[in-house]
T-cell receptor, first 112, second 114 residues
């Protein structure tokens, strides 16, 4: 079974500091990985998908298959980045069924 | 607007009561997923439907049930409500296999049991 681990429940940094939100996955196949962001208990929004190799709002995430990690990084955190961040792993589970498994989330607080 | 519509946005009810939460998926999406988000448990997967059929079950209590109708909207029924059922309930939808994937979430229903 796939599992997504976000070891930090809370992360607090100062504005302008680099930030890294950790995510590790366990999946025997080739996973598709995502980062979702949730601002102030609003709906979850897709932030990044590893397959796109894009940078959104200054955030990037690189899939490291050797370390089974997909850490989210931003070189200079902004106060508006304060939110809950969820790492998620996607896999097919047979037939036409596929499922997204979420980590428990990391609450990022960026202090002024 | 994400395209996934959830109603109602807020619900306050008493213990022991029963409520129904509704979700309309994004146009073209066949799968609907229900999640419960609480402060202590985080985001918990409850159940998934695909084109009207139940496909996966997560940590869903027996007091809870769901269904997906022919028009693809889904309802989550919560009965014999307890204080601990107070949470944000999210619905998400995803497209059929072969199409660009990813979940689209609704804005959630905030349930408060008093």
């Amino acid at each position: 079974a796939q599992r997504v681990t976000q070891p930090e429940k809370l992360l607090s940094v100062f504005k302008g500091a680099p930030v890294e939100l950790k995510c590790n996955y366990s999946y025997s196949g080739s996973p598709e990985l995502f980062w979702y962001v949730q601002y102030s208990r609003q709906r979850l929004q897709l932030l990044l998908r590893h397959i796109s190799r894009e940078s959104i709002k200054g955030f990037t995430a690189d899939l490291n298959k050797g370390e089974t990690s997909f850490h989210l990084k931003k070189p200079f955190a902004q106060e508006e980045d304060s939110a809950m961040y969820y790492c998620a792993s996607f896999c097919f589970s047979g037939g036409s069924n596929y499922k997204l498994t979420f980590g428990k989330g990391t609450l990022l607080t960026v202090n002024p | 607007d994400s395209g996934v519509t959830q109603t109602p946005k807020h619900l306050i009810t008493a213990t022991g009561q029963r409520v129904t939460l509704r979700c309309s998926p994004r146009s073209g999406d066949l799968s609907v997923y229900w999640y419960q988000q609480s402060l202590d448990q985080g985001l918990q997967f409850l159940i998934q439907y695909y084109n009207g059929e139940e496909r996966a079950k997560g940590n869903i209590l027996e007091r809870f049930s769901a269904q997906q109708f022919p028009d693809l909207h889904s309802e989550l029924n919560l009965s014999s409500l307890e204080l601990g059922d107070s949470a944000l309930y999210f619905c998400a939808s995803s497209p059929p296999p072969g199409q660009p994937y990813g979940y689209t979430f609704g804005s959630g229903t905030r349930l408060t049991v008093v």
